[in-house]
């Protein structure tokens, strides 16, 4: 078999041939470029369309928050309350009845005069009524304890005084009876403390200078007392004097009503008060009674509505004008504000169209001397739009503020300096964190178990506890804000960074380098650390998320930034308002002016995914393992 084989494998030279004998062989070159470490991770990154578009809008926003400030013509610095609680309002989208302009109210009291005896509807107390969407209008009642006549119903409430034996009260007004008439005292009690002596005595008077006892109240429920048969001698007019004495002077009594049953009454009562018209009986004060009289469960019919916040704030408006202010308008305006009579009032007088005056209601008398010449005060008419020279009406596409600035620009005035916090304290920590690394990774052993446990003590910390010590020292602002996000924050750059040397501080070049006499910092810093650069950026990236959202958590908590503070970044200045601070200052309007929380709101939360994603992305983009990979 091996001879066969053998004999197999002899074949005749003959039959082979040289190939490209005389030719010249030369190299080709690649057709393809040679791609870099980060030409090929700028490839992985844009491939990922997902992260790029998240890239995109990042980019988006740290420019609007660089230039919109800058750009903008809108005001953000100066208090104008005229324009206060603007809602949005957006070209385009006011037309599909989104961003209209349209604001809403809700528990505003309605004038009790102006219900519909039809729809049984009341207008609020409002001389701009002629704004309101009538087919929004609704009305409900709404506990109130104020002592008004807006606010009707509930129970009346007797407290006594500390070191006080009672209270006492008296009718505020004098009560007609007739002994013909059979009247009787009606005293409906809601409720007496059972458990301490309390007792409530019911005098009438006075007769003489006296007041007499009718009877005494222990129990709640109705109690009636027939004047006449208990003291045949009393006056035609009389008040009724209400005394509750308790030994326990933090329990209180309460009433319900208080009313007089007649024969000649038409409905059963002459005299009748409750809620507002009782808690107008006058407290009467001695030695031992002194109280107060509350009022508890009463009722306000109020009502919700939407309207036109724009025409309503750029329409006409009242106003107590200056005498230099109105001479300075007629002077400015010259033929525009041509003076007519009045038809209507004969104490004023109207002024042509176009004039940022409508009319004048009225001269007042007051005047002062200024340089010889009386200047007068006018209640006046204006057109708001003409008298703050706009030529339209503005759009305010976030809406305005409580100080009647512009919250688009508002909000990137707050992006710009939260960005701005977020940023620099991500360098102090990216530069604790790699430097604290860097020696406890390449040194090891001893300072690396001595710097680790220094670290794990600081990271154990409560940031509660650190808050709470930098308030107590210097107190809320930029300062503490700064001072709590470091402590802690280089924590985890750190240990990316160690990890990264214990990970390349025994490859060989650096072995070699060693070898060569290289020096401690060189090593670390020329050979190290910039192998492992890639990864610590790429997981330093996603600190300033989240030191943006721990900035704005504090500043909504009042322990930041907040307006009035004026500090510089990189000699750059900043301005107290942050996202934190203004979703500080929309939290209690959530219900009247939403767009307040909204939109801040809104945009960090576009920041905060945004540059998460993107930091996912330079993660993935700079892995070395994806190296070529699509």
């Known amino acids: 078999m091996a001879d066969m084989n053998k004999k197999e494998l002899n074949i005749d030279k003959s039959q082979f041939e040289f190939v490209q004998q005389k030719q010249k062989i030369y190299d080709k070159k690649f057709e393809t470029k040679p791609i870099g470490y980060f030409k090929d991770a700028m490839i992985r990154f844009s491939k990922n369309r997902t992260n790029l578009t998240a890239s995109i809008i990042l980019g988006v926003l740290i420019l609007l928050s660089i230039f919109l400030p800058i750009l903008s013509s809108k005001n953000a610095e100066t208090l104008q309350e005229t324009l206060s609680y603007l809602p949005p309002r957006i070209p385009v989208l006011e037309h599909l009845g989104i961003a209209d302009g349209t604001g809403s109210r809700y528990d ?38 104020e002592k008004d006549d807006q606010c ?43 458990d301490v002596q309390g007792k409530i005595t019911v005098l009438v008077g006075p007769i003489g200078s006296e ?24 006056p035609n007019s009389i008040k009724v004097k209400l005394r509750y004495e308790s030994s326990d002077v933090l329990k209180v009594v309460s009433f319900n009503s208080v009313g007089i049953i007649s024969d000649d009454a038409e409905d059963k009562y002459s005299y009748y008060v409750d809620g507002y018209e009782f808690s107008q009986y006058k407290l009467v004060s001695s030695t031992d009674y002194s109280g107060a009289i509350l009022r508890a469960n009463g009722q306000r019919l109020m009502s919700s509505f939407k309207y036109d916040a724009y025409a309503e704030r750029f329409g006409d408006k009242f106003m107590i004008m200056g005498g230099v202010e109105y001479n300075r308008l007629l002077a400015e305006y010259g033929d525009t504000c041509t003076i007519s009579p009045d038809p209507d009032n004969a104490n004023g007088w109207l002024f042509s169209e176009g004039c940022p005056m409508v009319r004048v209601i009225q001269k007042n008398s007051d005047y002062v001397v200024v340089g010889g010449e009386k200047l007068y005060t006018y209640q006046v008419i204006i ?24 919250m688009l620009k508002l909000i990137f005035i707050g992006l710009r300096t939260s960005l701005s916090i977020g940023l620099l304290v991500a360098i102090i920590n990216i530069t604790i964190g790699i430097i604290y690394g860097a020696i406890s990774g390449y040194y090891g052993g001893q300072v690396d178990i001595i710097m680790e446990r220094f670290a794990e003590i600081i990271g154990r910390i409560p940031w509660l506890v650190t808050l709470s010590i930098f308030i107590a020292l210097i107190g809320p602002g930029i300062k503490t804000l700064i001072y709590v996000m470091v402590v802690s924050g280089w924590i985890g750059v750190a240990s990316v960074t160690r990890t990264q040397f214990y990970r390349y501080k025994g490859r060989e070049y650096v072995l070699a380098s060693r070898t060569l006499g290289a020096k401690d910092g060189r090593l670390i810093f020329r050979h190290i650390l910039p192998n492992g650069l890639g990864t610590i950026i790429t997981s330093s990236i996603l600190m300033v998320p989240s030191l943006i959202f721990t900035e704005a958590t504090l500043s909504y908590l009042g322990f930041g930034i907040g307006h009035g503070q004026s500090f510089n970044i990189l000699g750059i200045p900043m301005s107290g308002v942050s996202i934190g601070v203004l979703l500080a200052d929309g939290r209690n309007q959530l219900r009247q002016n939403p767009h307040l929380t909204l939109f801040p709101a809104i945009v960090i939360s576009i920041l905060m995914i945004t540059f998460n994603m993107f930091g996912n992305a330079l993660r993935d983009a700079f892995n070395p393992a994806l190296r070529g990979s699509e």
């Not at 009341?122 to 009305?139: A, C, R, W």
């Not at 070191?163 to 008439?181: D, H, L, M, P, R």
């Not at 007041?211 to 009393?234: A, K, M, N, P």
């Open 108 to 145: 505003q009291p309605v004038d009790l005069s102006t219900i519909d005896p039809e729809t049984g509807l009341g207008l609020p107390f409002s001389t701009q009524v002629k704004y309101i969407h009538m087919d929004t209008l609704e009305n409900y009642y709404k506990g109130c304890t």
């Open 152 to 194: 009707f119903g509930g129970q009346i409430e007797l407290r006594i005084d500390n070191n006080k034996t009672g209270v006492e009260v008296i009718s505020n007004q004098w009560i007609a009876i007739s002994q013909e008439n059979n009247p009787v005292l009606e005293i409906n009690v809601n409720s007496i403390p059972t």
């Open 211 to 234: 007041y007499r006892e009718v009877g005494v109240i222990t129990d709640s429920g109705v109690h009636t007392f027939d004047l006449f048969d208990i003291h045949s001698d009393l």
């Open 383 to 406: 057109n708001f739009q003409i008298y703050e020279d706009y030529d339209e009406i503005p759009y305010f596409w976030f809406g305005t503020s409580a100080a009647g600035k512009d």
